[in-house]
Structure formats: C-alpha cells, structure tokens
C-alpha cells in the first residue's frame, strides 16, 4: 500500500527500513516482544519495552538483552527499543536505565550481524546529549521523545536522528507541563528540520492524516496498540481500555513523573497511601508492581494502568496484522478525499 509521498515520510521509512509510517511505543514496564514482533511483521516499527527502574541493574539489563535478541532471532522486520532516561534527585541517570543502555549497545557491538533487526533506540522521560552519538557508533537510529517545542530544537541540535513529538493526552508517563498534540506537533514539525512522529492521541487512520497533514512524518501509538489480541499482557487489560469512557482517566504520580491511566482501585489507593503522608519517593516500586498486576495478573480493579485519553475511543480489540494496513489505506483514502475540499 502506497503511503502519501511526503518527503518526511519517506526519510523515516527509508531510515528504518519500513513500510508503513507508523511506530508502537514502548510501553513498559512488562515487556512487550510479542507485540513488537506482530507491529514489526505488519510493516511498522515495533518496540521493545524496558522493564521499569527499579530492581537490579545487572539483572534488569540482562532480562532486556535476552528481550532484544528473542526478537532479533525471530527475523521480523526492523524494531526499535524504549530506554527512558529516569534520573535521581541529583540528575543522575538511574542505575537500571544505564544499564539498558549499555545492554543495547554491547548487544550491536558483539553481534556478527551488526544491529540485527534492531534499527532504533527511542529515549524518554529525559534527555542526556552523550547518547546519540553512542548510538550513531554501533550503527543505530536515535530517535527522542519530546513534550515541547524546546526541546525538539536542543535534541535535533544535537543530533537526533528523529523526534516524537508526544501530547499531553498521551498514555503511560507524560510531560509534567502538558501541551496537547494539536499544539505541539505542528510546532514541532516547523522548528527542525529532522522527521517528526506524531504521538499522543493516535488511534486511527484520521490521526495518520492530520499527522501527515501537519507535515510530520507519520505517528506513533501506545494505547491503540495495547487493546490487541497481539499484546503480550493479560487479556482483562485490552478488555478494559475497550470498556473505557470519557473521563476514565487521571493523571498520577508515577515513577519518572506523572503518569496518564485510568482510574482504578490502585490509583484510589495510591492517593490514599499519599494523604497517609507516604513519601511519593518510596512509592516507586510498589507503583511498578500495581502495574504489573494489571499487566500480567490482569488485576485492573486493584492494579495501575497507563493508558491514554483516546482509551475511551477504542471499541474493538485488533489483529495488528489486519489492522496497520487498513489504517494506512483509510488514511490515504481520507487525505485523497480532502484535496477537493477547499477547491470548489
Ligand atoms: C501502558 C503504557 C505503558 C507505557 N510505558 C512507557 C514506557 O515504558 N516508556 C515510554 O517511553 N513511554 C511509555 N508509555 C507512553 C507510550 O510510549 C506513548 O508515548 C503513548 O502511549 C502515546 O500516547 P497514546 O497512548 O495516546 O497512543 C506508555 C504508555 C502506555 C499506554
């Protein structure tokens, strides 16, 4: 299927070697290989999710690495792996997100066959210089997630291969000043010259289209993503971003900032714990165990859910094969119809 010929479009495809324009984000802190290999398969990008920030390094670096090369040996398409970059009170980056790092390029280092199927680091929820070019040495696509338009001009000073421009109605952790999608990515797209991804309430080939229309390169999606029979985590979870209305969710405090999910018996219950007078610092943890719950127990009355707004758009659970194709050719087919729009 043919994809509007932007020159941006076909800059990104052409860097990552895919068809389609379209990304899954990560979406830690349980993994998400299964789910990668499926989005990969279909002619988009899929993602590899870190494992959260807490817990051992060694043992959490060495988890990820077995994630990148499970999906590597699989041969699928080109992926990419999410490293947020946490840092502590001091500005340090955190031991575990370190590690990742490290993990990824000792994994491009050592393999015979260069990077693999692995195109692409996308780093969040932070922003250290020194990276990129670490990446750039082991043969890999920078790609940086940004809430505003500052940033998206210091990252592409600086290097960055590829910016997603995320809005503030995105799921999981989000930018603690919020600035909507709408907003952001058109600016975002005139402030660099490097191809800009649209994130943060894309669930449909209409978003595609306004993406592309804004001159972005394409989108990038999490939550549409989540609700598939292709998602590596328990099946209540899809269930419920399906069962989602308007004002279901909330933002919280979460481990790198706040957190955009649904309301639940855990975010009830973390606000309590807070009330108590328990220091948000200790919560970091337990915060990644509730979500876990959800995740892998499918506990989504107890459990935390990142998700984002456009949850209670979702109605149906999708077969990623099925589903990127057809988004890609509704979008065509929506941007075809409106270039008559406005001659009449
Ligand atoms: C369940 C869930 C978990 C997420 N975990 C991460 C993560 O580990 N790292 C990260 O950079 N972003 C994470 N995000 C954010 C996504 O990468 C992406 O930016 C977001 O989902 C885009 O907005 P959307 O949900 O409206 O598509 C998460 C989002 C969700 C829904």
Redesign the pocket.
């Known amino acids: 299927v043919p994809v509007t010929p932007t020159q941006q479009t076909s800059t990104l495809c052409t860097l990552l070697d895919i068809s389609f324009p379209v990304i899954q984000?990560?979406?830690?802190?349980v993994s998400t290989t299964r789910l990668a290999t499926a989005v990969s398969n279909a002619g988009g990008l899929g993602?590899i999710?870190?494992l959260g920030t807490t817990g051992d390094p060694v043992a959490k670096a060495h988890m990820f690495r077995k994630e990148l090369e499970d999906v590597r040996s699989l041969g699928c398409g080109s992926f990419a792996a999410?490293i947020?970059l946490g840092r502590d009170a001091n500005g340090t980056l955190l031991p575990v997100c370190a590690a990742y790092m490290d993990a990824v390029i000792e994994a491009c280092s050592d393999s015979d066959a260069g990077t693999g199927g692995l195109k692409a680091v996308?780093t969040?929820?932070g922003w250290v210089p020194s990276i990129t070019d670490r990446l750039h040495d082991v043969g890999l696509v920078h790609i940086q997630?940004i809430g505003s338009v500052s940033h998206a001009r210091k990252a592409a000073a600086n290097g960055v291969d590829v910016l997603?421009a995320?809005g503030s109605?995105?799921?999981?952790?989000t930018h603690s000043h919020p600035i909507s999608t709408m907003v952001l990515a058109p600016q975002a797209v005139d402030a660099v010259e490097i191809p800009v991804v649209v994130?943060?309430?894309?669930?449909d080939a209409r978003g595609l289209a306004a993406a592309l229309a804004f001159g972005a390169a394409g989108v990038?999606?999490?939550?549409?993503?989540?609700a598939s029979r292709d998602s590596d985590w328990h099946p209540a979870y899809a269930e419920r971003l399906v069962g989602t209305g308007e004002r279901d969710d909330i933002i919280f405090p979460g481990y790198l900032g706040p957190i955009r999910?649904l309301k639940s018996g855990g975010t009830a219950e973390l606000a309590r714990l807070l009330h108590m007078g328990v220091r948000d610092e200790v919560l970091s943890q337990w915060k990644e165990d509730r979500?876990a719950a959800a995740?892998v127990d499918g506990d989504v009355l107890g459990g935390l859910?990142?998700?984002?707004?456009?949850?209670s758009a979702i109605h149906d659970i999708i077969d990623v094969g099925d589903f990127l194709p057809r988004m890609v050719r509704d979008a065509q087919a929506l941007l075809s119809r409106a270039q008559g729009i406005l001659t009449s």
């Open positions: 984000d990560g979406m830690g802190p993602t999710s870190s999410n947020p996308i969040s929820a997630k997603i995320s109605e995105m799921g999981g952790h994130s943060g309430g894309i669930y990038a999606m999490g939550t549409r993503f989540a999910g979500i995740m859910l990142p998700a984002g707004q456009c949850a």
